[in-house]
């Protein structure tokens, strides 16, 4: 009996805390959202689990332990390998010629990171929160997980899990948080505009965009290299035709290896200890506020743009909100958003794809540029 005992006294069930039961409850959301709703279930039920995992008692399967998450994430997110390698599949699954083919929607990609910035200085100057910190809770705004994982595990490691799930779970609250967004900003005469297609783009200049984005962008901001190299890296794979091995494996299996470490070590990131804090809320707070800007400042840069442009020129400033980098459900929102808002006269899919892709550049940009001015 007193055996038994002494096992009990030892096992998860006698040492559950009440910060335990209320991870696990998170962990449910997540999971349930993924399951029934669909809510970028390739990550969220990864992370969920990891949450899981993270919170068992005794159990040493958090990310700050030395059992295997902990080697997953001290190999895989402290050593910046995972994210990039995540942005490497991304590149082989995008195809940049909606950009190409009308460059001037990369100005609306840069244009929706406005709230990364607006974020980050809120954050650091009426919230309390340090410089490093705040850039953290200001990439959420470009609605990129791997960015914000790859930024957050160099500036603010203890940041990781409130921010990590902050990013997909906006990522996927996209139907729901953008159209109030693009309604409030934008008139019936705008949402009616339609833009002509453009002409095909050549497989010459298909080829050429990686090789010349990645040597511009990492010559001006040479610590987005890791992200943008990689992406530009999967997309010359994808486009050069003569890969198709290695564009089937970065697009397929690679991709799908590292998104269920990845996920299952940053869900492990958040024991209770350190996610149940008063700075999660005020970090999921700043994420939705920072999503919000990301989403008017594409729309407004929009609708400047079309005060100099020519009447046959002029953009549809709704494509201005899939300038976040949440690939390609943002674009689909916006199509969806402006199809029923004319009766399904006009459908702006594709011209919405261009910033919706220059949004993941412009994230990987501004998460360089944080760490260039942050780590001097």
């Given at each position: 009996m007193q055996t038994f005992l002494e096992l009990?006294?030892?096992s998860g069930f006698a040492n559950l805390t009440f910060g335990n039961w209320s991870m696990f409850a998170v962990a449910g959301v997540l999971i349930f959202?993924?399951?029934r709703k669909e809510y970028e279930p390739l990550l969220l039920i990864p992370i969920g689990f990891g949450i899981m995992l993270a919170n068992f008692p005794m159990a040493e399967m958090g990310s700050y332990h030395s059992g295997l998450m902990g080697l997953i994430y001290s190999g895989g997110i402290k050593t910046e390998l995972?994210?990039?390698?995540?942005?490497?599949?991304?590149?082989?699954?995008?195809?940049f010629r909606p950009l190409l083919g009308r460059p001037i929607t990369f100005l609306l990609g840069a244009a929706a990171q406005l709230g990364i910035f607006i974020a980050a200085i809120g954050a650091a100057y009426f919230l309390g929160f340090s410089y490093k910190e705040a850039a953290c809770i200001g990439i959420i705004g470009g609605a990129d997980g791997p960015t914000s994982i790859f930024l957050t595990s160099q500036l603010a490691p203890h940041l990781l899990g409130p921010v990590a799930v902050a990013a997909y779970s906006y990522m996927s609250l996209v139907p729901i948080i953008q159209p109030p967004v693009m309604r409030l900003l934008t008139t019936q005469k705008e949402r009616e505009i339609d833009m002509p297609q453009v002409k095909p783009v050549s497989p010459a200049a298909a080829i050429m965009f990686p090789i010349v984005t990645v040597i511009v962008t990492s010559l001006a901001v040479p610590s987005c290299t890791p992200l943008i190299g990689m992406l530009m890296f999967g997309n010359l794979l994808r486009e050069c035709g003569v890969t198709e091995r290695l564009r089937r494996t970065a697009g397929g299996a690679l991709i799908n290896i590292v998104t269920i470490f990845l996920g299952?070590?940053?869900?492990?990131?958040?024991?209770?200890?350190?996610?149940?804090?008063?700075?999660t809320i005020l970090v999921l707070i700043l994420g939705a506020v920072a999503f919000a800007f990301s989403t008017a400042g594409g729309i407004i840069f929009a609708k400047i743009l079309n005060l100099f442009l020519p009447e046959k020129s002029k953009v549809n400033p709704c494509i201005g909100a899939a300038g976040v980098s949440a690939v390609p459900m943002s674009a689909r929102v916006v199509q969806k958003f402006v199809s029923e808002a004319t009766n399904g006269k006009v459908n702006p899919l594709m011209p919405a794809m261009g910033p919706n892709v220059a949004g993941v550049i412009g994230s990987a940009v501004a998460a360089g540029v944080f760490l260039m001015l942050l780590t001097a």
């Open positions: 009990v006294q030892r959202l993924a399951i995972l994210p990039p390698i995540i942005f490497l599949g991304i590149g082989v699954l995008t195809d299952l070590a940053v869900g492990a990131t958040m024991g209770a200890e350190h996610f149940l804090t008063y700075r």
